[in-house]
């Protein structure tokens, strides 16, 4: 792969990215749904359809190396400025209690529903060999998902990172990610491939020893080092360094671990201090760079691994089908767990809301499934389209909620 053919993909990518994003701007979705529809355009169904030659030439599969990381890379990044962010007001104890009710609620529902409809999806969109189980699980975990980084990106764009449904979702998210992800590594060790039982051990021991080592020993470091050299929130150059080498070592660990690295770069920004200066100059030197050139490549890729086939006959009828199921659990669970952390009807419509949003972290279990031959190109497309449907929904139906609110208040005065 040349230097030349990189940079054309970045030109094609983030120009169709930027293009898309002001369309559906101005139809009210924030610009990371536009990034996502981006990755259909520059699939086979779209730019592989009307211009065959240019597409094979520019995205053959050898070409994507450079893409890959570069990818990885943004969303490295952008999730350590969102682990930064990240407050617990009320106490954290309280905090993790409620996202555990948020969490729980919001996987229990749309998975009991993604079981009660694998018997009409098994036959005809499983891969030949795969039993009905691994598939029915595989299926499970991708319905319950949560795109922690396009929910925080949601939030970012709206302002209301800061708001409590928006803090409660966002530790919900993470609960539930997290969750989905062992489930993951069990469906395959069922499976039969990948490292089986003993990679699921390896990502439960590794994960509490991780969580051990950043809160015992890489806190206080870091805690002395900023208090030392960045008194008043601007770090040096080297200071800045510190700060990578460390959130590289941390999202390396969980890559390890098979969680991917968006979880160890979260962690860490979770782990350092929380001044509000320090996240101000580390947003004004990271995000620009991370949500403008590096994001709009992972969304992309996802997009060239889609299959025309999906959207006609059978496959169109599952896809229908799987959209539902996935939108009315996730809006129930986040709902009814939201209630039981005590916040009101509004707020709780709009944490439902935001655990539908799945994004990114779809996109993530589907290229793990696809790799190891769980489901195929047209099981893979059908999820990117859940993905992309119920990520556009978020926005609204937050605006609904609040809406909702104004008009519930305003009874009440």
């Not at 009307?50 to 990818?71: E, I, M, R």
């Not at 409660?168 to 469906?187: H, I, P, Q, S, T």
């Not at 979880?263 to 996240?279: I, K, S």
């Not at 696809?370 to 059908?382: A, N, R, S, W, Y």
Request: with cysteine; hydrophobic share 60%; charged share 10%.
């Amino acid at each position: 792969m040349t230097t030349t053919t990189l940079l054309l993909q970045l030109i094609v990518i983030l120009g169709v990215a930027r293009g898309c994003g002001w369309l559906l701007r101005h139809l009210g979705q924030p610009q990371v749904v536009g990034e996502m529809a981006a990755g259909l355009v520059l699939g086979p169904a779209v730019m592989g359809f009307y211009l065959p030659d240019l597409h094979a030439q520019l995205f053959a599969k050898p070409l994507l190396g450079g893409l890959n990381a570069l990818a990885t890379l943004g969303l490295v990044l952008f999730m350590f400025v969102v682990g930064l962010e990240i407050r617990a007001p009320g106490g954290l104890r309280s905090q993790l209690r409620s996202a555990g009710s948020v969490g729980l609620l919001s996987v229990l529902a749309p998975a009991v529903l993604a079981l009660a409809i694998t018997p009409a999806l098994h036959p005809g969109l499983a891969p030949a060999g795969v039993g009905f189980w691994p598939f029915a699980l595989f299926m499970t975990a991708a319905v319950s998902i949560t795109a922690f980084p396009v929910m925080a990106r949601i939030l970012k764009d709206r302002g209301m990172t800061q708001t409590r449904f928006g803090q409660l979702a966002l530790a919900g998210a993470a609960v539930v990610d997290v969750f989905a992800w062992v489930l993951l590594a069990f469906v395959v060790a069922l499976a039969g491939v990948g490292e089986g039982y003993a990679g699921l051990a390896r990502i439960a021991g590794g994960t509490l020893a991780i969580l051990a080592v950043l809160y015992f020993v890489v806190r206080p470091v870091y805690a002395r080092l900023l208090a030392a050299r960045a008194p008043d929130g601007e770090p040096s150059l080297g200071v800045l360094a510190a700060l990578m080498l460390g959130l590289l070592a941390s999202a390396a660990a969980t890559e390890w671990l098979h969680l991917h690295a968006v979880f160890g770069a979260f962690l860490f920004g979770a782990t350092l201090p929380r001044d509000d200066r320090l996240l101000q100059s580390l947003m004004q030197r990271i995000e620009p760079l991370s949500i403008v050139l590096l994001m709009p490549l992972f969304f992309a890729l996802a997009g060239l691994s889609t299959t025309r086939s999906a959207f006609a006959g059978g496959a169109l009828g599952a896809m229908l089908l799987v959209v539902g199921v996935a939108t009315v659990g996730k809006l129930v669970g986040g709902w009814l767990g939201a209630r039981v952390a005590g916040l009101n009807g509004a707020e709780s419509m709009a944490t439902g809301a935001l655990m539908n949003a799945r994004g990114l972290m779809e996109l993530i279990v589907m290229k793990v499934g696809l790799d190891v031959g769980l489901i195929g190109p047209d099981m893979f497309t059908i999820l990117l389209i859940m993905a992309l449907a119920t990520t556009a929904m978020t926005s609204p139906l937050i605006t609904l909620a609040l809406r909702y609110r104004r008009v519930d208040n305003a009874r009440a005065a």
